[in-house]
């Protein structure tokens, strides 16, 4: 298994171990001790899947506050996204700052992303199908959302993103004006 480190700090690509033959391959998808000899040991308790018909779909950029705030381990089935983590952590030296990764079923490729960060994507192909643990369920009333295409984010969203937006998402306020965030600053 490869984990790279990204700009953001904590947020992590993750790559498993390809074992490849005639035919086709197997993979580890998460392993308990791999990631905890990586530092990335979480309870997972909850997996999520989401299939978006039509690319250059968006979903995000979503976060979940305390107690309910969320590690999530993206990866992807079928398709291929821009997956997005953006640090909305006030105080942090990385606050509004984002990485944009592709993430591909044929690449295997997973993003880290821990509590802090919102997060989002635009599927780049039909039928994307993203699968996703997370280790705090799920939390109506502490959900979150910022805009997608915040022009302050700076995120060089693909041209076809926002081809369909929930009308949730479509609504979402900027970074500027989103009033619960997390707070990284000395009491
Ligand atoms: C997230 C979630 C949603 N739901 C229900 C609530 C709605 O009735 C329905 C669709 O939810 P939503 O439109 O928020 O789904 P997405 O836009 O794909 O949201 C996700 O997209 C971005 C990329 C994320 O990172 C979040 O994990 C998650 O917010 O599923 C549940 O029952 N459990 C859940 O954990």
Known sequence: MQVTSTPLSDVR???????????????????????????????????????????????????????????????????R??????????????????????????????????????????TLEPDTTVAYKVDAPYSKECERAILWNDPALGIDWPALAGASVSDKDAVAPRLADATDLFDMRPA
């Not at 035919?23 to 309870?43: D, I, K, M, P, S």
């Not at 305390?66 to 089935?77: G, M």
């Not at 997005?84 to 030296?93: I, K, N, Q």
């Open 81 to 122: 996204i821009l997956d997005v983590a953006v640090d909305v952590r006030r105080g942090s030296p990385t606050f509004g700052q984002h990485i944009a990764v592709e993430l591909t079923a044929g690449g295997l490729e997973q993003l880290f992303i821990p509590a802090g960060f919102a997060h989002g994507f635009c």
């Open 13 to 79: 690509l993750v790559v498993p171990k390809r074992f490849g033959d005639a035919r086709g391959y197997f993979v580890e998808t998460w392993n308990e001790q791999a990631f905890a000899l990586n530092g990335l040991e979480r309870r997972w308790v909850q997996d999520n899947q989401s299939l978006s018909a039509t690319p250059g779909t968006v979903r995000g950029l979503h976060y979940q506050l305390d107690p309910f705030a969320q590690t999530k381990l993206i990866r992807v089935l079928t398709g």
